[in-house]
């Protein structure tokens, strides 16, 4: 099973940027897809982006298109998320997540998760 470590994380004022981490060890399947989920305090965990690990297809929800990029270095196992632009609603701990063969904005549909890092937007 694939563990996952995130980092990156920190605290920006509104219109600011930030790039987060997520370094993959052990068994990295083949088809596996790594999400970013994030969760703001009192909400749910949502889906944020996601890329299949080692091919080019990328995908995210509506509301970070455009400012958030999601990459990939597959010589250091390691997936990005470049978040510009940023928005104090963007305010959550943000989590990676693996699933393989498909995508998927469910949290209960991910097999491995690593601990969160926490990103925080002032106004």
């Known amino acids: 099973q694939v563990q996952l470590v995130e980092s990156g994380g920190g605290s920006v004022q509104a219109g600011g940027s930030l790039r987060l981490s997520c370094a993959a060890s052990?068994?990295?399947?083949?088809?596996?897809?790594i999400h970013w989920f994030r969760q703001a305090p009192g909400k749910q965990r949502e889906g944020v982006a996601a890329?299949?690990?080692?091919?080019?297809?990328?995908y995210y929800i509506d509301s970070v298109k455009g400012r958030f990029t999601i990459s990939q270095d597959i010589a250091k196992n390691t997936v990005y998320l470049q978040m510009n632009s940023l928005k104090p609603e963007d305010t959550a701990m943000y989590y990676c997540?693996?699933?393989?063969?498909?995508?998927?904005?469910?949290?209960?549909?991910?097999?491995?998760w690593g601990k969160g890092t926490l990103v925080t937007v002032s106004s």
């Open positions: 997540a693996a699933r393989r063969y498909t995508v998927s904005w469910e949290e209960n549909g991910m097999n491995s």
């Open positions: 052990g068994y990295i399947a083949s088809n596996i897809h």
């Open positions: 890329i299949a690990f080692g091919r080019r297809s990328t």
